[in-house]
């Protein structure tokens, strides 16, 4: 067993939402658990009667009854609770005291700023209006190129409220990113902002809106928000859109009608836009947020994220439950490395989740939170984004606070939730996640899918969930669907990550078991880069893999066949590493760029992604491949050596790291 850094006081458990919910079922429905173990495996065995339970604790409400929980558990297509119909937004506006502080704001340039309750709901039945006033209704597109402010969020519950689909994009992701993947989806109108700050330069982006509109044509209304740079033609200013006395309104909808799009990306072709229900979304966020993050109504909850993250759909989530969110947008690192400690003591935050890439840069840093902050209202710190290493979990409890719950967590854009995570009644153990959580069916199968206990597997989920993707935009026959996540085992979802679980149900993830890219909250398919660095005319061919190093820090190296009398020298480099940053993101520059003869391809012509990355991991190159079925099998062999070179502590495949991959 890991060593144990944190249990939970008598105090936590009796105060524990998780210890409430159990009583009631206990109370309202007979079912009794012995601890959590017992109950995570009546509410996997009995679904139906668990997810209906959260429906009835968490007092959703529609204006029709549901005819059934769930029409079927076979994946893809399970129907949640067919027949009813709700509104997302409907229930972040319930119940609340319009004078508490709903949103804190923070960004580099400003002062910290808050929005009440009333504030909120006044500005977003304000920009309803208008969007009703656009022509926007049930089933229109609404896409942002917005930074993490209070437009974006007021925005997005607008988009809901008329049962408009929204999608967002961070702005410091190239025009070419935000059109490969708005463009798809076709949206009506574009809302914006004129730029950004980050590391105390202002980010021009009025050019890439421009671009935007222009490879767009849905688009046919803009509005711009933030301080004027340069005039944007043809658009509409966001302050002017202002609607006092907007009365709320909220459109019902079926349990499956679109709430979101998000973005996920395969390796080969245009990153995939995923479609979430207003019902899905609803029921995981209550579930998630309330059980297993145990956030209140006095809890304040901040995610260092962006737009272009599905951890910022996850923190507005938090408002279901009455809890204050805290939005910043700049460097989390300016003006010095103590600048989310500085935040989480000036705004009394209790629960802070960062990505565990923000853990590793803090501990390089020589930062000491625990001797510098008060941090006296922070009683939770939640990591994702990649596995957070042993030693990241002894840096918090040793340099941030002692007496503090960690809770790791993992998931996805693929279903905006995390599916093992924390439990506030668990013990912390170093570089575990605490458990697999409620309703999620997540098991280790090896690749004959056989379930695996207490050995590395591919991570699936055997039964389904609501907030699984209604559908992929633009996938007519589900075929593009079907095979993302249901091709490897049929009727199993699988997820793209390698996982332990242990015998009493922690879990140990061990980064991407494919070729996505994932950096800082970013999440891109190889395809993508490949455009933009095949397209410099001294490139012919290209090859990148995303190592998380089991144990160790992340490895992005980028592989590169140049064309004849072409040379790898440092402007070739600053090229690519320019061409990425600007057309895709800064965040997918490569860690190192790398000259090779030629790229493995498979007898099709497909780059060989996977099996590289397992090779530069340290598996046995006879296990990752097979001669007979690549195109150009001597290719591998520079990959071989390349491992070998590196060799050690840094790519073998060790136990002793954890941490989650949202």
């Keep these: 067993m890991a060593r144990v850094l944190w249990e939970p006081s008598d105090e936590v458990v009796e105060e524990a939402n998780i210890t409430a919910y159990s009583r009631w079922l206990e109370e309202e429905k007979g079912i009794h658990a012995r601890g959590y173990p017992e109950l995570w495996a009546w509410s996997v065995r009995e679904l139906e009667q668990f997810q209906e339970s959260v429906w009835q604790y968490f007092r959703v409400m529609s204006s029709e009854r549901y005819s059934k929980v769930l029409d079927s558990r076979t994946m893809p297509g399970a ?4 027949g009813s119909s709700i509104n997302y937004a409907e229930h972040i506006f319930r119940e609340r005291d319009h004078g508490k502080t709903a949103l804190i704001l923070k960004t580099e340039q400003e002062e910290t700023g808050r929005v009440s309750w009333g504030e909120l709901q006044g500005k977003t039945a ?27 969020v007021i925005a997005m519950l607008a988009c809901s409220s008329v049962g408009a689909v929204w999608s967002s994009c961070a702005p410091d992701f190239g025009a070419q990113s935000a059109v490969d993947r708005f463009r798809q989806i076709e949206p009506k109108v574009l809302v914006a902002a004129y730029g950004y700050s980050y590391r105390g330069k202002w980010n021009s982006k009025a050019e890439a809106v421009g671009q935007i509109r222009e490879a767009i044509p849905s688009i046919k209304r803009t509005v711009m928000v933030g301080q004027e ?14 609607r006092p006395g907007a009365r709320p309104g909220f459109e019902h909808v ?12 395969g390796t080969t072709g245009l990153p995939k836009p995923i479609v979430h229900g207003h019902g899905g979304i609803l029921m995981e966020h209550f579930k998630t947020l309330a059980l297993h993050n145990d956030l209140k109504p006095d809890d304040r909850m901040f995610w260092y994220t962006s737009t272009g993250w599905m951890m910022w759909n996850y923190l507005v989530g938090a408002l279901l439950l009455d809890s204050t969110i805290v939005l910043y947008e700049g460097d989390p690192f300016f003006p010095g490395p103590h600048a989310l400690w500085d935040l989480a003591d000036e705004t009394g935050m209790t629960f802070l989740g960062a990505s565990a890439a923000y853990v590793s840069a803090s501990m390089r840093s020589g930062i000491n939170p625990i001797s510098s902050h008060s941090l006296k209202k922070l009683r939770g710190f939640g990591s994702t984004g990649s596995p957070l290493p042993a030693e990241g979990f002894v840096w918090i409890y040793s340099s ?20 093992v995570g924390g439990c ?14 409620l309703g999620a069916d997540v098991a280790s199968f090896d690749e004959q899918g056989l379930e695996r206990v207490g050995e590395v597997g591919e991570l699936v989920i055997r039964k389904p969930m ?9 996938d007519v026959t589900g075929e593009r669907y079907r095979e993302s996540y249901f091709g490897m085992f049929p009727g199993v979802w699988r997820h793209g990550d390698w996982i332990k679980i242990g015998v009493d149900g922690s879990c140990v993830i061990y980064g991407r078991s494919d070729a996505t890219l994932k950096r800082m909250g970013v999440r891109m398919g190889t395809s993508e880069v490949y455009r933009v660095v095949e397209s410099i005319p001294r490139v012919a061919d290209s090859l990148i893999v995303d190592m998380e ?22 402007s070739l480099r600053a090229e690519i590493n320019q061409k990425i940053r600007k057309e895709l993101s800064p965040k997918m520059v490569p860690d190192a760029i790398i000259e090779v003869g030629e790229v493995p391809r498979t007898l099709n012509g497909k780059k060989v992604e996977v099996p590289v990355k397992r090779i530069l991991l340290g598996v046995e190159p006879s296990k990752t491949y097979t001669v007979g079925s690549l195109r150009n099998p001597d290719s591998m062999a520079f990959f071989v050596e390349f491992a070998r070179k590196r060799g050690g502590n840094e790519t073998h495949m060790a136990d002793e790291s954890g941490g989650g991959n949202a």
């Design 79 to 82: 129907k949640w609770f067919p």
């Design 126 to 152: 304000a920009f309803a209006d208008s969007l009703r006033s656009m022509g926007v209704g049930r089933g229109d597109r609404v896409a942002a190129y917005l930074p993490n402010t209070a437009e974006a």
């Design 229 to 242: 740079t340069s005039r944007i033609e043809r658009s509409e200013h966001w302050e002017d859109l202002s």
């Design 254 to 265: 079926p349990f499956d009608h679109p709430l979101w799009i998000l973005y996920s990306s």
């Design 400 to 419: 941030v606070k002692r007496d503090i719950w960690l809770a790791s967590i993992s998931g996805g854009s693929d279903l905006c939730t995390a599916f």
């Design 424 to 437: 506030p009644v668990l013990p912390v153990r170093s570089g575990e996640i605490q458990c697999r959580n």
């Design 466 to 474: 609501p907030s699984m993707p209604l559908y992929l935009w633009g």
């Design 549 to 570: 190093f089991l144990g160790g820090r992340s490895y992005m190296p980028l592989f590169v066949v140049l064309r004849q009398d072409a040379e790898l020298d440092d």
